[in-house]
């Protein structure tokens, strides 16, 4: 390795690191375990950065840990660059793939664990790495890094090897051995490793350079034979046609040799450039499903609530559903266990054994297809019954209306056309609206809008879901496709809409260019970019698109893009779009569109309205009444592990608990968060406590907290901790009639809308608000504790008192 290489690499990542957004690294400096004095920079970038083609990054490595890096600095680990799955990036299509890649094509079982990097150094120590920490850490209940390490001693140990003999192996030959951990009894996945298949299996043997250079599979199975890792199955083809056709055999089998298995990794070279290239195939099923098996699980854990029709596999996952539910509503330790990600395969097991059929035969019997077929949600036959809903990805000036009413102008009876900025009512309408224009006949419908936030883009799936049976037959296949405007926001593309935006003046509903200040218009075009999040077809929200089409914004670049639409949904769904109009119907088509002139100014209102002579509620609460009692049983759990984490003490000491504490009942922003129900149930709140509203029974001015005689009964459940806040999830004593009256008796109409009911403890910064509270415990609910990418140390740790508090419900206003 050339040290000038590695340390022009360190330079150019600590001048990325000081970027704002785009290309901007970040630096985590890590202790190793058995040599404390060693330090490792460990360096990764935003996972949006990877891949992107009109962005050079100093390293694409997807874990980099670097040494010395003040004065001679060594790649100590190097991961794999990125690499993304089929059709995922453009340059993975097919098509690409045809092009521009040479054999041979080596095939490798994709296996369904952690990733795990192993390095030495000189003295022959070895150093472990999960994908961006090593080393002994407080802020995590499970280390990925330490787990690795043990499992690696111990497999060296039955081979009568030595530790420092690999350390030296790998130091001297510059290299990285790469390893999949799975083990259920560390880390429960989707797929099984029980005891007998339980290990670290190699995959890969990366140079520690700065350019990506891996050894082939051949020596790749040879090191793992000396040094006791388990095997990776691989293969060899010559030609991407063969390639191709056996991917797609084994995909639509849903198994490889009979096993159920994630998908492959494929490596290949470069054409252009002789380099290294890896892409992944990733398996739909049984994946999918019991991925979704999982996720609908955890939902109703959270919830207590059950929903009936899913994405896909609606027939058996609700006679998934029919058979947990009792067994979680029986077994409190069950669902516990569950929603910290242990005893899910053994909940999914016990339910195949009982259905009478593995994963694969359910998804291979007629039977069951012909069930799912009915309520298509497994087949998802393309046919002139299929609707097609084309959801907007984008910023202000992109360009998305222009095309969206060109495509309208040139199919106007089958496609129809709804403008967000059309809507002046309820957000929901925009969704409600699509779906009404598919009751009236249209096969396509375009919904502009920006979605430019992942929040937005959930909203989208969350309306479908909740509003489509009343616009869309039962057996009827809803393709939603993704119409990606902006793949990042460059200066170039600021400076390009910034300018469209001005020269339309006040053709447009909400931003009037030529009347406002000029100002304010530039403030909201910089409000929407910097907010932009970026499409991304691999994670939550945007995996649930069908499809998605990537478009470009430049000059004249809208009418380009309407032929890209119509040739991408030619090309994916066939003869759906049975031919492209001619040019000159194009042209006039969008000229048409050019020429649009809204009739409608958008105003934006206030929601519910509630009586001038009555006071306003922010929100409702369960105001905790012996604060004192319930934060010496906090104490007493944190003092029982003080040792383990003791960055928490030292983060109690400069902020104490908070003196009053409440568990959040209902805020008012869930009215437009969580659907209708919830406004329903604000208007119940509003009901049942009008009397305390009245400012003539509440009459002080400067009053910002009614109590009332209502109350709520609860236990701690488990203490949720990061760098900005400590918080305490509660069990209510009734999930679902959590309120009381005076006289005992439990109210049947009002609920607590939080998925995770919590206490907010104390806030150790002011970068969070108390809101940051909900996402951090919902997330730890639904994901776990795990080495994140975002590395926010997030810790967890369950009461073990099982005393029971009460509330005061109060109004807040």
Known sequence: MAE???????????????????????????????????????????????????????????????????????????????????????????????????????????????????????????????????????????????????????????????????????????????????????????????????????????????????????????????????HIDYFTTEDSSSLKTFLTECEKAGHYNNQEIEGFVIRCKDKSTGGTFFFKYKFKEPYLMYRQWREVTREYISTKQRVFRYRSHNYITNKYMDFVIPLLDRDP????????????????????????????????????????????????????????????????????????????????????????????????????????????????????????????????????????????????????????????????????????????????????????????????????????????????????????????????SSLKNTITVLKELQRNYGDVIPSIPDDSIVHQAFERALNYKPTITKIIKGGNKIDKKQHKPVYFSANVIDTDLLLQHVRKTIETHASEYPSLLKSLDSTPFKDALHITLYHKSQIRSVGIKAKQMWAKYLDRYKEYLSKENNSEATKNIIATEDSVSFKLRDLIWDKHVILATVSLLDDTHPIVMPDGTHLDHLTCLNKVPHITLALFSNEKTAKYSGELAKEVYEFGIQESDTDTGMISLGTTDNLQFSGKVCINL
């Not at 100590?76 to 299509?93: A, L, M, P």
């Not at 019954?385 to 992109?398: D, E, M, P, Q, W």
């Not at 419908?445 to 037959?473: G, M, T």
């Open 4 to 230: 000038q290489d590695v340390t022009e690499l360190v330079k150019r990542l600590e001048e990325a690191s000081h970027l704002k957004k785009h290309g901007k690294a970040t630096k985590i400096t890590c202790s190793i375990f058995d040599r404390p004095d060693v330090k490792l920079d460990s360096w990764k970038f935003n996972e949006w950065d990877y891949g992107k083609s009109k962005r050079v990054l100093p390293c694409s490595a997807r874990g980099l840990f670097i040494q010395n890096a003040d004065s001679e600095p060594r790649i100590v680990t190097r991961g794999y660059d990125k690499f993304f799955n089929i059709d995922e990036v453009q340059r993975t299509s097919w098509r690409s793939i045809q092009d521009n890649t040479e054999g041979p094509y080596e095939i490798t079982v994709k296996e369904n664990g952690c990733i795990i990097l192993i390095g030495g150094l000189e003295d022959g120590t070895v150093v472990v790495c999960s994908k961006h920490s090593t080393g002994p850490r407080d802020d995590i209940n499970r280390n990925h890094s330490q787990a690795g390490q043990q499992f690696l001693e111990q497999q060296l140990k039955e081979k009568n090897l030595g530790l420092k003999d690999l350390g030296r192996y790998l130091y001297e030959a510059n290299c990285t051995a790469i390893a999949e951990y799975c083990d259920d009894t560390f880390e429960e996945h989707i797929l099984e490793y029980n005891r007998d298949n339980a290990g670290l299996y190699l995959h890969g043997l990366n140079y520690n350079t700065v350019g990506f250079s891996t050894f082939p599979m051949a020596k790749v199975a040879e090191f793992a034979n000396a040094w006791g890792f388990k």
């Open 333 to 556: 330790k069950l669902a516990d266990d569950f929603m910290n990600g242990k005893g899910i395969i053994k909940l999914r097991k016990l339910f195949l054994e009982d259905y009478g059929m593995s994963g694969l035969e359910i998804l291979n019997l007629d039977k069951i297809k012909e069930l799912e077929e009915a309520e298509n949600h497994v087949e998802n036959v393309i046919d002139e019954n299929t609707k097609f809903l084309l959801v907007t990805i984008a910023t202000i000036g992109c360009g998305k209306s222009t095309v969206s009413l060109t495509l309208n102008e040139l199919f106007p009876e089958s496609w129809g056309l709804v403008v967000n900025d059309n809507i002046t009512s309820n957000k929901t309408d925009y969704i409600k609206s699509a779906l009404q224009l598919f009751k009236d006949g249209k096969q396509f419908v375009l919904a502009d809008k920006n979605n430019h936030q992942f929040r937005e883009r959930a909203a989208v799936f969350e309306w479908i879901n909740q509003y489509r049976d009343s616009y869309i037959p039962y057996n009827c296949n809803l393709q939603v496709i993704a119409l990606c405007f902006v793949d990042e926001v460059s200066p170039e593309m600021r400076a390009l809409t910034i300018d469209r935006v001005m020269k339309r003046g006040d053709n447009h509903q909400s931003i009037k260019s030529e009347s406002d200040d000029q100002q304010k218009v530039l403030k909201i075009m910089q409000g929407f970019m910097n907010r932009f999040q970026p499409f991304l077809p691999s994670k939550d929200p945007d995996n649930k698109f069908d499809f998605h089409i990537q478009l470009e914004v430049g000059k004249n």
